[in-house]
Nanobody
Framework: QVQLVESGGGLVRPGGSLRLSCAYS????????IGWFRQAPGNEREGVSF????????FYTDSVKGRFTISRDNAKNTVYVQMNRLKPEDTAVYYC?????????????????????WGQGTQVTVSS
């Protein structure tokens, strides 16, 4: 049974930092890439970042480039996203999602229906 569990969300002031974690388990084989998405009330789910399992390639949506960094620890089956210089517009529920090979590229990593498995989400609120 595949499970993705997000953690690390919370309330932070503008300019602050959070690190989200996505712990995954139960994949039948190796090779799953992980994407991070977010959804604010009234908005569509938006791709935030992606890291490829095989290539280690990373992608970011423009609004977080230079502020967010995605990484993975394969030994711990965990993917992280370090979020710095947070802004109120970063407020959303953040989800991690997994997709098997072939690895997505820059034109498709942000498309939610392509992903096979989803976590339950963690709330991030940026407010003073």
């Amino acid at each position: 049974q595949v499970q993705l569990v997000e953690s690390g969300g919370g309330l932070v002031r503008p300019g602050g930092s959070l690190r989200l974690s996505c712990a995954y388990s139960g994949f039948r084989y190796d090779g799953y890439s992980i994407g991070w998405f977010r959804q604010a009330p009234g908005n569509e789910r938006e791709g935030v970042s992606f890291i490829g399992r095989s290539s280690g390639k990373t992608f970011y949506t423009d609004s977080v480039k230079g502020r967010f960094t995605i990484s993975r620890d394969n030994a711990k089956n965990t993917v992280y996203v370090q979020m710095n210089r947070l802004k109120p517009e970063d407020t959303a529920v953040y989800y991690c999602a997994a997709i098997g090979p072939p690895e997505l590229d820059g034109s498709s990593w942000y498309v939610p229906p392509l992903y096979e498995y989803w976590g339950q989400g963690t709330q991030v609120t940026v407010s003073s």
